[in-house]
């Protein structure tokens, strides 16, 4: 049986997505619904003790709307802030009801919703402590450390600059690498003739690769190929194969801007690891004969031996 509180997430999400429609339909027969002549304005933030609607006397705040904002089950992409906030303040006026009826049926009193309810404290407190304490690793002294050591234990790599013209048999490649050598244009003969619908609108460009980006006889090809040269036919699982390279470079390094983000992730997940981890060392923790075993406590089997 779906949840009341589901049935008022999706009837306030339904809502929002049928606005549009809803204005449509009550708009006279044979008259468009009128334009907006300019954005709505982003309403000003509501104070988080600034009450916007009570039920039954009990207040709701701004701060319960922002609560609200953060749910990822109420998002409403392509709904304006002001009409959102007017939605999430019904939905909170839904939900408040539908508290106090539960309350006033004392739902709130049987064993299976005080476990609920237990769990779902526990789960809200660790989330907001790792991630309070999480953020203090994710300085940018720590991130610009983890750059610069990853920075050094990059190897340099080649890069390619290439083109290439696929066509089905060797014969077609071959009177097609013939008409490029003679002078045609590469570009135009790839849009031409090339069977590959990825690369063909664009002249057969495959833009900057490494090798290991492509199968491996294209890959030894073009990076055999001197620049502006062009290939003899190669052939690949995907057909037949004319290759021009048209520069080559060594590999720039992601700049930290490029990677800040990426690397405070990871900054991130490791400091909340490293925390449960010491939590979990610094607590007496007994698993009595009832709990299965714990698939991090468990010896890993002996591999069987390889056959010859």
Do not use: C
């Not at 021009?244 to 900054?267: A, G, N, S, W």
């Amino acid at each position: 049986m779906t949840k009341p509180t589901h049935l008022l997430r999706a009837s306030a999400l339904a809502l929002a997505l049928a606005v549009p429609g809803l204005a449509a339909a009550q708009a006279p027969a044979g008259k468009a619904p009128e334009t907006k002549a300019a954005e709505t304005p982003v309403p000003a933030p509501i104070a988080p003790d600034t009450v916007v609607a009570k039920v039954n006397g009990q207040p709701i705040t701004g701060g319960d709307l922002s609560v609200a904002s953060d749910d990822p089950a109420l998002s409403l992409p392509g709904v304006d802030e002001a009409q959102k906030q007017g939605l999430l303040v019904d939905y909170l006026v839904d939900l408040k009801v539908g508290a106090q009826a539960a309350e006033a049926a004392k739902v709130g009193e049987t064993p299976d919703f005080k476990r609920k309810l237990a769990y779902f404290r526990d789960k809200l407190l660790l989330d907001e402590y790792l991630e309070r304490e999480a953020k203090k690793a994710a300085t940018p002294e720590a991130a610009k450390g983890v750059y610069d050591q990853s920075v050094k234990l990059m190897k340099p790599e080649e890069e390619v600059h290439a083109r290439h013209i696929l066509v089905d048999n060797e014969a077609e490649a071959k009177k097609i690498a013939a008409r490029i050598k003679g002078g045609e244009d590469f570009g135009k003969v790839a849009a031409e003739t090339s069977k590959d619908p990825g690369s063909k609108t664009e002249g057969g460009d495959l833009g900057w690769f490494t090798k290991e980006r492509m199968v491996k006889e294209f890959a030894d090809a073009a990076f055999k190929l001197p620049v502006n040269q062009v290939s003899d036919p190669i052939k690949t699982q995907f057909g037949w194969h004319v290759i021009k390279v048209e520069e080559k470079r060594v590999k720039p390094l992601p700049t930290f801007d490029e990677l800040k983000e990426q690397i405070d992730q990871h900054l991130i997940r490791k400091a909340q690891q490293d925390l449960i981890l010491k939590l979990r060392q610094d607590a007496k923790i007994e698993r009595t004969a009832a709990a299965p075993p714990s698939p991090s406590e468990q010896k890993p089997e002996a591999a069987e031996p390889k056959k010859p």
